[in-house]
């Protein structure tokens, strides 16, 4: 099993481009999660999907949005980046949450918009 | 809502010390409590997880952790700290039943002295 994939790993955007970050799990689990992680911020929840086709917002949604067309698949979109979103990204999964499920997380994906 | 503190941004401890890191929680019931590991460039590893029974948990890598409901505390503890466990440090408390999204703690860096 190769767990939670991500990516791409690194990437560099300019001021408003728009890209995607993948989030991959072979795992069969239900729920995945986006978060980000700035120096001594620790990993803030953006959003998250409780299965296919539901997501839901975390603690700081603005400027993404994601999708979960399929139950492996996790997506997060950035239509203009922002500097502001320089950021480490990180993607979990879990089976399910019952709240003592342990949670997954992908490498990262670092981000820096110039 | 639940909220984790962890008080110490920085750890520095020389191999072979032991290590405590300290997590203290704000929920209203029995939470779960989960510690998880970031080594340099990576996602997040649990080490080990709190959700009934025993108070002292064993956790992987030579870990521990105890749960003190009178000081809402889930300290983190190894008695001799070597080399690799130098990383970045994760506390995360989640709501018990229904469906939860667990919070974080902002980070404990630890730093090995040879």
């Known amino acids: 099993n190769a767990g939670v994939t991500q990516t791409p790993k690194f990437r560099v955007l300019k001021t408003g481009q728009s890209m995607t970050l993948l989030c991959a799990q072979d795992?069969?689990?239900?729920?995945m999660y986006w978060y980000r992680q700035d120096p001594g911020m620790g990993l803030r929840l953006i959003h998250y999907?409780?299965?296919?086709?539901?997501?839901a917002k975390g603690e700081v949604p603005d400027g993404y949005n994601v999708s979960r067309l399929k139950k492996q698949n996790f997506l997060l979109g950035l239509e203009s980046a922002a500097p502001s979103q320089t950021s480490v990204y990180f993607c979990?999964?879990?089976?399910?949450?019952?709240?003592?499920?342990?949670?997954?997380f992908g490498p990262g994906t670092r981000l820096l918009v110039l | 809502a639940q909220s984790v503190t962890q008080p110490d941004i920085h750890i520095t401890v020389s191999e072979g010390a032991s290590l405590e890191l300290r997590c203290n929680y704000s929920?209203?019931?029995?939470?779960?409590l989960f510690w998880y590991v970031q080594s340099p460039g990576q996602g997040l590893q649990l080490l080990l997880k709190?959700?009934?029974?025993?108070?002292l948990v064993q956790g992987i890598k030579g870990f521990e952790a105890e749960f003190k409901r009178s000081q809402s505390s889930f300290n983190l503890r190894k008695p001799s700290v070597h080399w690799s466990d130098a990383a970045e440090y994760f506390c995360?408390?989640?709501?018990?039943?229904?469906?939860?999204?667990?919070?974080f703690g902002r980070g404990t860096s630890l730093i090995v002295h040879p």
């Open positions: 979990a999964s879990s089976r399910i949450t019952s709240g003592q499920e342990t949670q997954y």
């Open positions: 795992m069969n689990h239900e729920y």
């Open positions: 999907s409780v299965g296919e086709g539901t997501t």
């Open positions: 929920y209203g019931a029995t939470p779960y």
């Open positions: 709190y959700f009934s029974g025993d108070t």
């Open positions: 995360a408390v989640g709501a018990v039943g229904g469906s939860y999204i667990p919070t």
